[in-house]
Nanobody
Framework: QVQLVESGGGLVQPGGSLRLSCAAS????????MAWYRQAPGKQRELVAL???????NYADSVKGRFTISRDNAKVTVYLQMNSLKPDDTAVYYC?????????????WGQGTQVTVSS
């Protein structure tokens, strides 16, 4: 059974930084795209950043230049470095990973980690 364990969320002041991590644990055969989504209260879940298997990245316009997504394939871990944080970045952040395990290829979600940007 695949588990995605997230860490790194918390409370930070505007202009501050946080680094989120999401590690997958299972007998994994292959890893494809890895991504971060977020959901603020009363809003739909939105894509924040994605990194494909070749290292290519895409970002939401609202985070370009401030957030950086990266991955460590050996550790099956995806990171999100968040700088110059704004109150509008407050949300629950979820990692999303496409993997192949014994049961086949599928997409998995982390449990979510709260990020609060407030003075």
């Amino acid at each position: 059974q695949v588990q995605l364990v997230e860490s790194g969320g918390g409370l930070v002041q505007p202009g501050g930084s946080l680094r989120l991590s999401c590690a997958a644990s299972a007998n994994i055969f292959d890893v494809y795209a890895m991504a971060w989504y977020r959901q603020a209260p009363g809003k739909q879940r939105e894509l924040v950043a994605l990194i494909n298997s070749r290292g290519g990245t895409n970002y939401a316009d609202s985070v370009k230049g401030r957030f950086t997504i990266s991955r460590d394939n050996a550790k099956v871990t995806v990171y999100l470095q968040m700088n110059s944080l704004k109150p509008d970045d407050t949300a629950v952040y979820y990692c999303n990973v496409e993997l192949t395990v014994r049961a086949g290829r599928s997409v998995y979600w982390g449990q979510g980690t709260q990020v609060t940007v407030s003075s």
